[in-house]
Nanobody, 120 residues
Framework: VQLQASGGGLVQAGGSLRLSCAAS????????MGWFRQAPGKEREFVAA????????NYANSAKGRFTISRDNAKNTLYLQMNSLKPEDTAVYYC??????????????WGQGTLVTVSS
């Protein structure tokens, strides 16, 4: 499975962005998928994940109520809608896929990152 993230950019605090992650590979739709982020000088952290069917999801506390993860298996694409962005959301965002795990421990496949910068 190959993953390609996009949609990052510069946004003012309080604004919104939608990240996308295109997955390729015949079995991509069977994988749970998720988003992680890494801020400058910090460890990579879990943001959100969704199961292979797009039915079950979970979020880091920092994302609850502001971010929404979803997927379109017909398009092999994962999304992260981010609203009410804060400067502390500034990070490189990565998408990930895992056949067995949905959550912070998923790590079968990783995409390259897309940079999100939130100005105050």
């Amino acid at each position: 499975v190959q993953l390609q993230a996009s949609g990052g950019g510069l946004v003012q605090a309080g604004g919104s962005l939608r990240l996308s992650c295109a997955a390729s590979g015949r079995t991509a739709s069977r994988y749970a998928m998720g988003w992680f982020r890494q801020a400058p000088g910090k460890e990579r952290e879990f943001v959100a994940a969704v199961d292979w069917a797009g039915i079950s999801s979970n979020y880091a506390n920092s994302a609850k109520g502001r971010f929404t993860i979803s997927r379109d298996n017909a398009k092999n694409t994962l999304y992260l809608q981010m609203n009410s962005l804060k400067p502390e959301d500034t990070a490189v965002y990565y998408c990930a896929a895992d056949l067995r795990v949905m959550g912070a421990m998923m790590d079968d496949y990783w995409g390259q990152g897309t940079l999100v910068t939130v100005s105050s």
